[in-house]
């Protein structure tokens, strides 16, 4: 029995969500004395993973899955668990992976539990520990039954190195046709993406307009930051769907989240509330966003934005 993971890639390149399933693989696989397997789509350097403790990367190269349909994905991902005789198959949290988990865990027959944020309390009974009620506290959830699927929060375990040497092998599974149709997909065009982001900056109506974002992507190069916007921002065309952060768009779990002239609305801050520390910069003092952040700045963001990322030149020119 072995341990399954779905190694996410963009472009070819693993994603650091893929390194941070393994690096949670590897050490889940320590306690219960088993191995490592990685599925990835076409990935250019398979062997790459191994640096995290993966053992064997099933490459799979079928031209049919250059786009992601969240059905075709479950069958390659199911059909890799059974060839590798896994007992636990982990996720991530991205987007893609929370539309392909509950269709794996039905092909699977396996007990599920999302936003695990902690190895196991325990092996038998397997306890996972994860965050419940949009992330406003924990719950201990038992998983029966002979497989386990679990999706990792992002940045919860980190990435640790533990170096194998993977056995990389070309996985040719079964897919029907009726389950390889896509209307389209929607993608940031951030240097940075969202979903592997340490740290976001984000921004609101406050920026009163598209054409003064040019001092959010800067904050974002000189942080090397991905860029987000609250839903009224990417609703007004301001900026991409994919930039949408929050509760009805795309959830993030940055070390460092910085919200600038975004009032704070509960949605957004449900999709943001796992950030492990949020700033906020905005004018008005009774923002509902003051009370859940770590940091807050009361000030326009047109003076503060601009002296904050000329503070941060000066900082990283003198520490380089």
């Keep these: 029995m072995s341990i399954l993971i779905y190694a996410e890639t963009q472009n ?101 539990a999302s936003n695990v944020v902690a190895l196991p309390m325990s092996l038998d009974p397997f306890v996972v520990k994860r965050t419940v009620f949009t992330n406003k506290a924990y719950g201990m959830t038992e998983l029966s039954g002979d497989r386990r699927l679990i999706s990792l929060s992002k940045n ?69 930051a991905a860029t987000a916007c609250s839903k009224p921002v990417s609703d007004m065309g301001w900026r991409s769907h994919g930039e949408h952060v929050g509760q009805t768009g795309k959830p993030v779990a940055a070390n460092l989240y910085i919200a600038i002239g975004i009032s704070g609305a509960i949605q957004h801050l449900a999709g943001i509330n796992s950030s492990k520390v949020k700033v906020v910069i905005n004018t008005d003092p009774e923002a509902p966003f003051f009370k859940a952040a770590d940091y807050g700045v009361v000030g326009d963001a047109f003076e503060v934005v601009p002296a904050l990322i000329e503070k941060l030149k000066v900082f990283k020119s003198q520490n380089s």
């Design 156 to 224: 919860a375990f980190g990435l640790v190195e533990q170096a194998v040497s993977a056995e990389v092998e070309v996985f040719e599974p079964s897919i029907s046709e009726s389950t390889q149709s896509v209307t389209g997909v929607d993608k940031a065009s951030d240097k940075v993406t969202i979903a592997d982001a340490e740290v976001v900056v984000s921004a609101g109506r406050g920026l009163k307009g598209p054409e003064n974002w040019g001092m959010i992507e800067t904050l974002a190069e000189v942080l090397g």
């Design 12 to 112: 070819g390149s693993f994603s650091k969500s893929a390194f941070e399933l393994a690096s949670y693989a590897r050490a889940l696989a320590n306690e219960m004395d088993t191995s490592v397997t990685a599925v990835a789509v076409k990935p250019t350097d398979p062997k790459a993973i191994e640096l995290y403790g993966v053992n064997k990367v099933l490459q799979v190269n079928n031209p049919s899955l250059t786009t992601f349909n969240a059905k075709s994905y479950a069958e390659v991902i199911s059909q890799a668990a059974q060839a590798s005789n896994s007992s636990v198959v982990l996720l991530s949290t991205s987007a893609d992976s929370k539309f392909l988990a509950p269709l794996l865990a039905i092909k699977l027959k396996a007990s599920y």
